[in-house]
């Protein structure tokens, strides 16, 4: 038999190899018209994979992929498409028409009719979770959730300024901070800058709206009188190391409960600051990157502050023996009984029973690093050195918090501008 195979004709099968040139030529054109004749009535889609044949219109396509899986897409309004997956053909069928009534109910991300809490639902998981941190995106999700009784039911593009005007006098009647209404407004901000971005909206409804206007929270420092005070009324209390190191250096308290042995040179006299402690929901104390790069930093310590520490060393050894070797192994400067990273939770709480059995103003920790810097300031020491200390990012950021002390600073160069005219007296 040839290898091309038989011929079938009038006189029964022959050989492909038996028939004339022109005759060999006309079976091989009508073979090839008739596999192409087959495969078109069986189109197949064989891009990543083999998949079913087309849908309709708007009914998308669905199709297995080359690992096994289900792809089924969704053509969006915007001219994007939405993939789903499963690992069975009946899930990704069941998701996507799950896609298809979101996109029917406005709900779906891609159209300016979509529904505002659709669309914010979708910008905190697709654009808020993956570029910010766990706390951070908390914040955002609590102010959408403030926002949504007032917008939710809305069209994307039915948002206007005046609803958004309304959400906040009322909630600032119900009892909300105009700090926290201000918070609110930059949240939603952020979040109608991204349709606008994708063309899907022309304007955003924040840009004709006027948050109340939030006074600036007031810090209340100790005074040096009282910062003694403060430390000889603590001198045996088990926090007292830790109120030491926050006036003295102005370490943020989740700085602070970072901080393990091997980041304090004693013999140097410095400590390096290289991660915080936070509080996240659903997972407790967890150990983060800084807030900024200029959070990175290296502190250098005043005497008194390194003895309190070398004692303190002294002591958390001997406890440390005590507990036994698990609760050291983290080596922590300040661990929680447990031997994790202290709650920031439970220093205020030890903070404002130390302040009160001191009988001294009730504040709050933060206000420790308030302390040390405006004490730095009033003393003449220039603000870029309170900036790099504080980790600050800027010095402009520094000089706004404490822009109270600045004008103690101007009148205190007046007075030196006088020792001028007082040596041109003496000289005359």
């Known amino acids: 038999m040839s290898p091309l195979g038989e011929y079938e004709s009038d006189s029964g099968f022959r050989p492909i190899a038996m028939l004339s040139g022109w005759q060999s030529a006309r079976f091989l054109r009508q073979r090839s018209c008739r596999s192409h004749r087959f495969h078109a009535s069986h189109r197949t889609v064989t891009r990543r994979g083999d998949m079913e044949r087309r849908r309709g219109h708007n009914e998308g396509t669905l199709g297995q992929l080359s690992d096994g899986r289900w792809q089924g897409r969704i053509s969006l309004p915007n001219g994007k498409r939405k993939a789903v997956y499963g690992k069975t053909k009946v899930e990704t069928r069941k998701k996507m028409e799950e896609l298809k009534y979101q996109l029917r109910e406005g709900e779906l991300v891609g159209k300016p009719s979509q529904k505002t809490s659709g669309y914010l639902s979708a910008w905190l998981q697709d654009h808020v979770q993956p570029s910010k941190r766990p706390k951070t995106y908390d914040s955002y999700a609590l102010n959408v959730r403030r926002a949504l009784p007032y917008i939710g039911h ?58 109340p206007r939030s006074d600036r929270r007031q810090m209340r420092p100790l005074t040096p009188e009282e910062v003694r005070v403060f430390f000889d009324a603590t001198a045996k209390d088990l926090f007292h190391p830790l109120w030491v190191l926050l006036v003295t250096t102005g370490l943020r308290i989740g700085e602070a409960a970072a901080l393990t042995w091997g980041d304090v040179d004693l013999a140097a006299g410095t400590l390096a600051v290289r991660r915080a402690a936070q509080r996240q929901s659903g997972r407790g104390m967890v150990f983060v990157e800084p807030k900024t790069s200029g959070s990175r930093r290296t502190v250098h310590l005043a005497q008194g502050t390194l003895d309190t520490l070398s004692k303190h060393r002294e002591n958390q050894r001997e406890e440390a023996n005590l507990r036994g070797h698990v609760w050291s192994l983290a080596d922590l400067l300040f661990p929680a009984p447990t031997g994790g990273p202290v709650d920031p939770r439970y220093v205020l709480e030890a903070l404002h029973r130390a302040l009160q ?32 200390l504080l980790g600050h990012s800027s010095i402009t950021l520094t000089l706004d918090i404490y822009s109270q002390v600045v004008p103690a600073l101007h009148k205190e160069a007046a007075v030196r501008m006088d020792a001028l005219f007082v040596s041109l007296g003496e000289d005359s």
């Open 154 to 211: 809305l069209r994307l593009d039915a948002v206007r300024a005046d609803h958004l005007q309304h959400c906040y006098a009322d909630l600032r009647s119900q009892g909300l901070s105009a700090c926290s209404v201000g918070q609110l407004h930059r949240v939603l901000r952020a979040a109608f800058r991204q349709p606008m971005r994708s063309e899907l909206l022309l304007q955003t409804p924040t840009a004709a709206v006027t948050p």
């Open 357 to 388: 059995a001191a009988r001294l103003p009730v504040i709050r920790v933060h206000d420790l690093r308030h302390t040390a810097a405006t004490y730095l300031l009033s003393q003449g020491t220039h603000p870029k050195v309170v900036q790099d």
